[in-house]
């Protein structure tokens, strides 16, 4: 395993420029760029290429936040973020964290983790009875059957952690994605419906030999129901958001709040089997992702579901920089989160992955 000491800054820089969210200025502190080491003149460069991208109607809208040393150096708005209803974007508009949430399920389940409610090294079927002798997916047979065999090493919390586990999301064309969609594993449905499911199914690949995205921080978030006795919304409420502050983030959101949240964009030839889209036609509401993404208050997960704004966000990440602290309250201690930063994903078989060069911890990549 190699530490990346600087990782964790760099993901939180990504993460909070990539995905381009608001944030609250309440609260937070915002300061002149040269104050935090920072250059005025380059971050306006920002601004322009943010506002190419509205013009040439690539992005209905964005907010765009740097921030360094815990202070926000450069925050401004461009666009829309519903262009129906002609609503500009707002330092309080809400998103939907997709992805983003499975960092917040890694830190509570983590938090468990310190408290000695398990090992990294503990079988997963050790805990979830639904995962006890799982089988592996080996091929297809001449009478068109999956070839099943046994595991060479049992899948361990570690390899939900750094998506080793053999799990697949089921959005492929092997055999395996087929066996997915066919017992009705999706994402609305409870977690231990979810694990149930997951159950009857074979892996995907041995555990611990391939990096392969996956429903693990669902099983993670059904760990900390597990552990906790609580229900996973519940625990991170109480554990993660009321300490720091996050009140504007959940799943599902109250009647009042949904005028505040952004609309969701493509480009009006996207299907969702594509990747490559066609700019010149131009953006369209993407009306079925927004409508099953509100049913998560109903299916909290661990995987994605969550609506947030970047100052929350900011709030949350800033945590990860100071440590595991933030504003006097301690969410992990600095040993977790130099583990949980640190590459375990072997090189030999990361390199050959879509991210290539980069590597993966306890639910959060990594530079090697």
Request: hydrophobic share 40%.
């Given at each position: 395993?190699?530490?990346?000491?600087?990782?964790?800054?760099?993901?939180?820089?990504?993460t909070?420029?990539?995905?381009?969210?608001?944030?609250?200025?309440?609260?937070?502190?915002?300061?002149?760029?040269?104050n935090?080491?920072?250059?005025?003149?380059?971050l306006a460069?920002?601004?322009?290429?943010?506002?190419?991208?509205?013009?040439?109607?690539?992005?209905?809208?964005?907010?765009?936040l740097?921030?360094?040393?815990?202070?926000i150096?450069?925050?401004?708005?461009?666009?829309?973020?519903?262009?129906?209803?002609?609503?500009?974007?707002?330092?309080?508009?809400?998103?939907?964290?997709?992805?983003?949430?499975?960092?917040?399920?890694?830190?509570?389940?983590?938090?468990?983790?310190?408290?000695?409610?398990?090992?990294l090294?503990?079988?997963?079927?050790?805990?979830?009875?639904?995962?006890?002798?799982?089988?592996v997916?080996?091929?297809?047979?001449?009478?068109?059957?999956?070839?099943?065999?046994?595991?060479?090493?049992?899948?361990?919390?570690?390899?939900?952690?750094?998506?080793t586990?053999?799990?697949?999301?089921?959005g492929?064309?092997?055999?395996?994605?087929?066996?997915?969609?066919?017992?009705?594993?999706?994402?609305?449905?409870?977690?231990?419906?979810?694990?149930?499911?997951?159950g009857?199914?074979?892996?995907?690949?041995?555990?611990?030999?391939?990096?392969?995205?996956?429903?693990?921080?669902?099983?993670?978030?059904?760990?900390?129901e597990?552990?906790?006795g609580?229900?996973?919304?519940?625990?991170?409420?109480?554990?993660?958001?009321?300490?720091?502050?996050?009140?504007?983030?959940?799943?599902?959101?109250?009647e009042?709040?949904?005028?505040?949240?952004?609309?969701?964009?493509?480009?009006?030839?996207?299907?969702?089997?594509?990747?490559?889209?066609?700019?010149?036609?131009?953006?369209?509401?993407?009306?079925?992702?927004e409508?099953?993404?509100?049913?998560?208050?109903?299916?909290?997960?661990g995987g994605?579901?969550?609506?947030s704004?970047?100052?929350?966000?900011?709030?949350?990440?800033?945590?990860?920089?100071?440590?595991?602290?933030?504003?006097g309250?301690q969410?992990?201690?600095?040993?977790?989160?130099?583990?949980?930063?640190?590459?375990?994903?072997?090189?030999?078989?990361?390199?050959s992955?879509?991210f290539?060069?980069?590597?993966?911890?306890l639910?959060?990549?990594?530079?090697?």
């Amino acid at each position: 395993m190699v530490q990346s000491k600087n990782s964790l800054k760099v993901l939180i820089f990504i993460t909070l420029l990539l995905f381009i969210l608001p944030v609250y200025s309440e609260q937070l502190n915002t300061v002149k760029p040269e104050n935090v080491g920072l250059s005025s003149e380059r971050l306006a460069r920002l601004d322009g290429v943010m506002l190419r991208y509205v013009n040439e109607n690539k992005l209905a809208g964005v907010l765009t936040l740097v921030a360094r040393h815990g202070k926000i150096a450069h925050l401004s708005t461009i666009g829309k973020m519903d262009i129906e209803n002609n609503k500009m974007m707002s330092e309080d508009t809400l998103f939907r964290l997709y992805s983003m949430t499975k960092l917040i399920t890694s830190v509570a389940l983590l938090t468990l983790y310190e408290e000695g409610h398990f090992q990294l090294t503990d079988t997963v079927e050790s805990h979830i009875p639904a995962f006890k002798d799982l089988k592996v997916f080996n091929g297809i047979d001449d009478s068109g059957n999956m070839v099943l065999v046994d595991q060479k090493k049992k899948m361990t919390i570690l390899d939900l952690f750094r998506h080793t586990s053999g799990l697949g999301y089921g959005g492929g064309d092997t055999a395996v994605d087929k066996a997915y969609k066919e017992a009705g594993i999706s994402g609305l449905l409870t977690l231990k419906e979810l694990v149930t499911k997951l159950g009857t199914v074979p892996l995907l690949y041995q555990p611990g030999e391939r990096w392969v995205y996956s429903y693990a921080h669902d099983v993670q978030a059904y760990l900390v129901e597990h552990f906790s006795g609580m229900p996973f919304d519940k625990y991170i409420q109480k554990r993660i958001f009321e300490p720091l502050g996050m009140s504007d983030t959940s799943f599902g959101l109250p009647e009042e709040k949904l005028g505040r949240l952004s609309r969701l964009y493509a480009y009006s030839g996207y299907k969702d089997e594509q990747i490559a889209f066609d700019l010149k036609q131009g953006l369209a509401p993407l009306k079925s992702r927004e409508d099953e993404y509100l049913k998560r208050a109903d299916y909290p997960a661990g995987g994605t579901g969550l609506v947030s704004t970047a100052g929350d966000y900011f709030r949350f990440a800033q945590m990860l920089l100071n440590g595991g602290k933030y504003n006097g309250k301690q969410i992990l201690s600095q040993k977790t989160i130099e583990l949980m930063t640190t590459n375990h994903i072997p090189e030999n078989f990361w390199a050959s992955q879509p991210f290539g060069g980069g590597g993966y911890g306890l639910g959060a990549f990594s530079l090697i």
